[in-house]
């Protein structure tokens, strides 16, 4: 079954904070949540999925990301058991050690003058790693 792919002119813009959401004009957008923008149009967002198994041998992943270095080379970070690890292109490497088993992370990029980093929040704490060296973190 062959998609169909439908571009449509946002004409008036984006409008993320309206005073009055009635007052959107036709043809434009209110926020983008669920949507990425894409050669000057918005698509839907599509799903996503883990990457690798859900269940390993060491646990279930609890949370992932993939952040990425200066020069835009991706970097996969996940939650598993009681460690964060990044993947350093042949094996899981651990960053953070003895974080409670059950818990969830939620992981989100970050970018300034300063690097990319990625932060990882859980209730063991916030764990801030920079891209560039993933195999050195801070507890914030």
């Given at each position: 079954?062959?998609?169909?792919?439908?571009?449509?002119?946002?004409?008036?813009?984006?409008?993320?904070?309206?005073?009055?959401?009635?007052?959107?004009?036709?043809?434009?957008?209110?926020?983008?949540?669920?949507?990425?923008?894409?050669?000057?149009?918005?698509?839907?967002?599509?799903?996503?999925?883990?990457?690798?198994?859900?269940?390993?041998?060491?646990?279930?992943?609890?949370?992932?990301?993939?952040?990425y270095k200066a020069d835009g080379?991706a970097v996969h970070?996940?939650?598993?058991?009681?460690?964060?690890?990044?993947?350093?292109?042949?094996?899981?490497?651990?960053?953070?050690?003895?974080?409670?088993?059950?818990?969830?992370?939620?992981?989100?990029?970050?970018?300034?003058?300063?690097?990319?980093?990625?932060?990882?929040?859980?209730?063991?704490?916030?764990?801030?790693?920079?891209?560039?060296?993933?195999?050195?973190?801070?507890?914030?």
């Amino acid at each position: 079954m062959a998609r169909e792919k439908i571009n449509k002119d946002l004409g008036k813009g984006l409008y993320t904070i309206p005073s009055d959401p009635e007052q959107i004009p036709p043809n434009s957008a209110q926020d983008s949540l669920g949507f990425i923008s894409i050669d000057g149009g918005i698509e839907i967002t599509r799903g996503k999925l883990l990457i690798g198994a859900e269940e390993t041998a060491n646990g279930y992943v609890k949370g992932e990301i993939f952040g990425y270095k200066a020069d835009g080379t991706a970097v996969h970070f996940r939650k598993i058991n009681t460690k964060i690890q990044y993947f350093n292109g042949s094996t899981w490497a651990d960053i953070v050690t003895g974080l409670t088993s059950s818990a969830e992370y939620s992981f989100s990029r970050y970018q300034s003058v300063a690097g990319t980093f990625v932060y990882a929040t859980g209730v063991d704490g916030i764990f801030k790693i920079h891209t560039a060296n993933p195999g050195n973190y801070v507890a914030m």
